[in-house]
């Protein structure tokens, strides 16, 4: 933490020095933040800047399989270290498109403060030219919610911020403006008041641009062994994840690790908002630490570049994904395998290689249900699609048996007792009509804002509802929404391959 001036009124005229009195059109009473690192983490002059980022983008990744891009995850030191992997994230952006904000989340390097300060004084400069706030949002924001501030020292010397600007600069040939956010929050509790406030402005009109490095100061071997672990939980879209993922590697005893992920607070302000929403699919796209660029492997940094995106909408109905019956009865073994070994020795066994098929290693979404005497014992699921289906089935399992909050965990003496059922899903598919909704064939999920619920479709048939008790009974019991909540939340459907060990 900074340790307070002797001599604040220095402090002043340092500050006063950093924000030059240049007001655009719009205000004659602004004050634009000038760049403090141009000259140290990227260069001063235009043309050499201009150079540089041509250089980094030609060396950069592009991979463009994806749609509408929401988010991207980029690291904030000096170019020469990580400007590659930046320009890789910012690559994927289309250039052409006009965003209505684009929210710049930094996290402060220099001061701690409750919630997270935004920048509402006037522009920021770059050695680029000018780079246009949202003053009207940003003061809007910062007056309508206690978490939001002003707080000048949060943007005086801060890095990370600034250096996102350049490459927006080089590569968006649209105007924009940004709403500049540097958060001091050390609190879960502060980050989700942030997200919840943002969560109306993530949507296709906006892009929000994370700043982040990961790993500070093991060797270059370790950090890559640090940085997988980080990266694989951002792309698992889990704030429970990445917060074990950062306490796993604080245990894992690598020397001189300092932090895995610098700026975590904003990292979990965008996970916050994506976890819940099915239609998000992230992307790694890049990644390299200092020792890369450096000869000095024994101290370095981690930087990764992550997009969230949209995921593409697909037409798929159950007969265009099939499981045969050994693939079904191969799923149920490696399901109760794996719940019988999670609950003798808490580990997840390794899967017999034979029993998979290039099926079962399809990226698919699925939920594992179990029943007791013909009762509900437990049942959990992800939509996500974002790793195997065999894998899913295993962490699913393990969930439904020792995860469901509605049951105790299961005990090792019941599992005989216990019919296993799988459901294989197929892509979410938004609707505008629920009649749109088929019973017994789709499944529903309901999602407004942070709340969110599904029955799958045999619930329909389970239970005999009419539509209306389908949704009305989801939208209050799953969603938290109540009984009509669902007339103005996105209802999404899907269809669910489903089989059991007694069909």
């Not at 952006?93 to 919630?115: L, M, Q």
């Not at 629920?434 to 969110?452: A, L, P, Q, V």
Request: proline content about 4%.
């Amino acid at each position: 933490m900074m340790k307070s001036p002797k001599f604040p009124y220095l402090l002043l005229i340092l500050l006063f020095m950093v924000f030059s009195v240049e007001c655009s059109s719009q205000s004659t009473d602004c004050i634009d933040r000038d760049p403090v690192v141009a000259g140290s983490f990227y260069p001063e002059n235009q043309e050499q800047l201009k150079g540089y980022l041509e250089s980094l983008f030609a060396q950069s990744e592009f991979i463009k399989t994806y749609n509408d891009v929401l988010a991207v995850i980029v690291p904030h030191a000096g170019y020469v270290y990580s400007g590659k992997i930046a320009a890789s994230g910012y690559n994927q952006i289309d250039p052409d498109k006009e965003y209505d904000n684009i929210f710049i989340i930094a996290t402060s390097h220099r001061k701690v403060f409750k919630g997270a300060s935004i920048y509402n004084q006037g522009d920021y400069n770059t050695p680029l030219g000018k780079v246009k706030v949202n003053r009207e949002l940003a003061t809007k924001l910062i007056n309508e919610n206690e978490i939001f501030v002003f707080d000048p020292e949060a943007h005086s010397d801060e890095h990370s911020l600034e250096v996102q600007l350049p490459f927006l600069q080089y590569k968006m040939n649209k105007d924009f403006r940004i709403i500049p956010i540097v958060t001091g929050a050390q609190t879960l509790g502060e980050i989700k008041e942030i997200s919840e406030v943002l969560v109306p402005y993530f949507n296709n009109k906006s892009l929000f641009i994370i700043s982040s490095d990961f790993s500070h100061y093991p060797n270059s071997g370790d950090a890559q062994i640090a940085d997988k672990n980080t990266g694989d939980a951002i792309l698992s879209n889990s704030v429970v994840n990445v917060i074990n993922a950062i306490n796993y590697n604080g245990s894992a005893n690598y020397e001189n690790l300092v932090t895995s992920l610098c700026g975590w607070p904003a990292v979990i302000t965008l996970l916050n908002i994506t976890e819940k929403d099915p239609g998000i699919q992230t992307i790694h796209i890049d990644y390299q630490n200092s020792g890369d660029v450096s000869e000095d492997k024994s101290r370095v940094v981690g930087y990764h570049s992550i997009v969230f995106a949209k995921k593409k909408e697909q037409n798929m109905s159950k007969n265009q994904f099939i499981l045969t019956d050994t693939e079904k009865e191969n799923l149920l073994q490696i399901a109760r395998t794996t719940i019988k070994e999670y609950l003798e020795n808490g580990k997840v066994p390794a899967v017999d290689n034979s029993l998979l098929t290039k099926t079962l290693e399809t990226k698919c979404g699925a939920f594992v249900t179990l029943h007791k005497n013909g009762q509900l014992r437990g049942c959990i699921g992800r939509f996500v699609a974002d790793e195997s289906l065999y894998y899913i089935v295993q962490k699913m399992a393990v969930a439904a048996a020792t995860e469901d909050i509605r049951f105790p965990m299961v005990e090792i003496e019941e599992l005989s007792e216990i019919n296993l059922e799988i459901s294989v899903l197929t892509p979410l598919k938004k609707i505008e009509s629920i009649d749109e909704i088929e019973m017994g064939r789709h499944g529903i999920y309901i999602k407004k804002g942070f709340s969110s619920g599904t029955f799958l479709p045999q619930v329909a048939l389970e239970t005999g509802w009419t539509k209306e008790e389908f949704l009305g009974y989801c939208s209050k019991n799953k969603a938290g929404l109540g009984w009509t909540g669902w007339n103005d939340a996105d209802i999404y459907i899907y269809e669910a391959l489903i089989f059991a060990e007694k069909e």
